[in-house]
């Protein structure tokens, strides 16, 4: 319980960088990849090389070393190297951490991308085939991959390894840049959340390094205590190197003649003044928690906002007919939803067109497809890749077809889009979401590691032409890197709330949006199942802006569910907000803070991964502090 240094050597950059050097598998001098031009193994005396691997999503941080693991020998070698110099360490995935945390200052930071590989992926259809997930829901087997794969792998796998006609799903992310394992050890929310539950939730196996470069296996039949709190307690336990999730069935057709489809859907909602946004508020928590959910778990996906309109955006699992029919029964297509200067409504089939449906006439777009990763495909060109390096979804140029090998005749031309401290706007080419081309270039590019959608951070070839653009010529380049350093970013998890509330929070969103919604499947799981402390709740708020979670924050302690008590607001450990909150345990770990804590003594008893803002050691015994001013004083 005395920390990391109570039983390790002297910190020492001479003894870690001699450790590493001969301690790892690898070339340390050969670059990561012909992108990112630093070697495997980078030191603070590495100059350009070592701003451009720690640059993180957020933050700006100075670690000891960083070290991109190749195996699963690198990662108990490197933490091995850490622990004996003095240091702690840091894991990194897809450096998404939201205050920059996948590097510390004065860390060892271990960096799992390049162990991904899709090829070695094990697909098991025969342990679980038979059994049943949360709504009876068929599971076809399941999925074993490394941890630091990216979304845009995980997807472009499911298309590799599962037939169409299968209709297979588990639970990811549609930002494609973002990895797997720290996604699912924080609870990992998707568009396929409503009907299969958090990430958590199909997750059946994880592999893990300890501080001690021991290497487990945690399960519901092994180690379970670690599995507990490895879904839904954050980082801070060890390096993960390999997940096994779940794959279940989606739901079945109606018609049981007809094929599996898969829908993309986008639905304008008007909410121009209280009234309208009152009766929109009514319905969709009706929806979400009153409707029978085999039918409203089919949905899943955001909630974004215009000036008079709120969005509902993300996946149908079943037909264009179906959906339609289930949102009319839902009371979702109301008199007059949309609003009277929405959109004509549009139907794709087959990447045309249809002019013949029975849509409503206005407000709603859906794409229809035989399968699932096409989905994720368009989710992802409509909602992350047309972002520019202020997000730092994608690691992209200014011509993103050309980084996705796609002709120029399938991108567009956008204006008017500015970066970061750069006063100039510039132009910048985003390929057409609608071509077939594009979508079927997504699925297949998400399988290599070093594709664009795989990459996040800034490329280099994108500062040097915001750089290059006139207005901009004076902006240091290092400074426009650093320009997000300061994250103010935060999110807040939601439960049921009244109706004026929900309509106040959804008017007013201009500072946030809903990213996720986990009504359905993951409310009806045992809270004590999992480490995850926020089961009651149904909408993630992403919150970037502080003027937009004070605002959010005050409307929430105003409604019923709280009664003004600050205590009971509920936040998301993968959207980790500054440090400050005096309540943050509660905020993110609930009721579950203590018994996480006793875990953490049990497997990182050195605090070798601790962190702001995640599990701490539990306080020492009284006996135990006198044992340890006993010895020292010998």
């Known amino acids: 319980t005395c920390g990391i240094l109570c039983e390790t050597k002297a910190v020492s950059p001479l003894g870690l960088r001699s450790c590493l050097k001969s301690g790892l598998e690898f070339d340390p001098s050969v670059i990561v990849d012909d992108i990112l031009n630093v070697p495997k193994l980078v030191f603070p005396s590495d100059g350009d090389a070592y701003d451009l691997a720690r640059e993180a999503f957020k933050g700006d941080m100075y670690p000891a070393a960083i070290v991109y693991a190749h195996s699963n020998e690198d990662v108990k070698k490197a933490i091995n190297c850490a622990v004996q110099n003095g240091h702690s360490v840091s894991a990194r995935g897809g450096n998404h951490n939201l205050q920059g945390l996948g590097a510390m200052h004065g860390y060892v930071v271990i960096d799992t991308r390049l162990m991904c590989s899709p ?80 990430g958590i939730d199909v997750l059946h196996e994880i592999d893990i390094t300890l501080y001690d470069g021991s290497e487990v296996t945690a399960s519901e039949e092994q180690n379970s205590d670690l599995f507990w709190a490895l879904r839904g307690g954050g980082p801070g336990l060890g390096i993960v190197t390999d997940v096994t999730m779940k794959i279940v069935e989606s739901p079945p057709p109606r018609d049981v003649s007809a094929e599996r489809k898969f829908l993309h859907v986008k639905v304008q909602f008007d909410v121009s003044d209280s009234e309208k946004a009152n009766q929109f508020s009514a319905a969709f928590q009706h929806f979400m928690y009153d409707f029978d959910p085999i039918v409203s778990t089919k949905f899943g996906g955001m909630g974004s906002k215009s000036a008079l309109h709120h969005f509902l955006i993300g996946h149908y699992l079943g037909s264009w007919e179906e959906f339609v029919e289930d949102w009319t029964d839902a009371g979702l297509f109301y008199e007059n939803f949309a609003g009277p200067d929405a959109y004509e409504s549009v139907l794709y089939q087959n990447y045309e067109v249809q002019t013949s449906h029975s849509l409503p006439s206005k407000g709603v777009i859906v794409t229809e497809f035989d399968s699932y990763p096409e989905v994720w495909a368009l989710r992802v060109c409509d909602a992350d890749l047309m972002g520019v390096a202020p997000g730092r979804s994608i690691r992209r140029t200014f011509n993103l077809c050309a980084d996705l090998g796609l002709d120029d005749e399938l991108c567009n031309e956008v204006k008017g889009v500015g970066f970061g401290n750069a006063p100039s706007t510039f132009t910048i080419y985003n390929p057409d979401c609608n071509k077939k081309e594009v979508i079927e270039t997504l699925v297949k590019n998400g399988y290599d590691i070093n594709s664009v959608i795989n990459r996040s951070g800034l490329h280099p070839k994108y500062v040097e032409q915001v750089i290059a653009t006139p207005g901009n010529e004076d902006l240091d380049i290092v400074e426009l890197r650093l320009s997000m350093k300061d994250s103010t970013y935060h999110g807040v998890l939601l439960p049921r709330l009244e109706v004026e509330t929900f309509a106040d929070i959804f008017r007013n969103s201009s500072f946030y949006h809903a990213t996720h919604f986990q009504y359905g499947a993951p409310i009806m799981v045992p809270d004590d199942s999992t480490a995850f402390a926020q089961r009651d709740t149904g909408i993630m708020l992403y919150l970037p802006f502080k003027e937009g979670r004070d605002f959010v924050f005050k409307a929430l302690l105003e409604d019923d569910a709280y009664g003004g008590d600050a205590s009971k607001l509920q936040g998301y450990i993968n959207y980790l907000g500054p440090k400050g909150n005096p309540n943050w345990r509660k905020f993110y770990f609930g009721d579950k803070y203590d018994k996480l804590q006793m875990v953490k003594e049990i497997y990182d008893p050195m605090d070798v991964f601790g962190k702001p803002n995640t599990i701490e050691l539990p306080p020492p015994s009284e006996k135990a502090c006198k044992e340890e001013v006993k010895n020292s004083k010998k």
């Open 119 to 198: 090829d070695d992926f094990i697909i098991d259809r025969t342990t679980l085939a038979g059994s049943k997930h949360i709504f009876d829901q068929n599971v076809i087997g399941t999925m074993k991959l490394q941890a630091g794969c990216p979304m845009g792998v995980v997807n472009s796998a499911m298309n590799k390894y599962f037939a169409p006609s299968e209709g297979a799903l588990t639970v990811y992310s549609y930002c494609p840049s973002i990895s797997i394992g720290g996604f699912l050890i924080g609870g990992g929310s998707g568009d396929q959340t409503p009907y299969l539950g958090w």
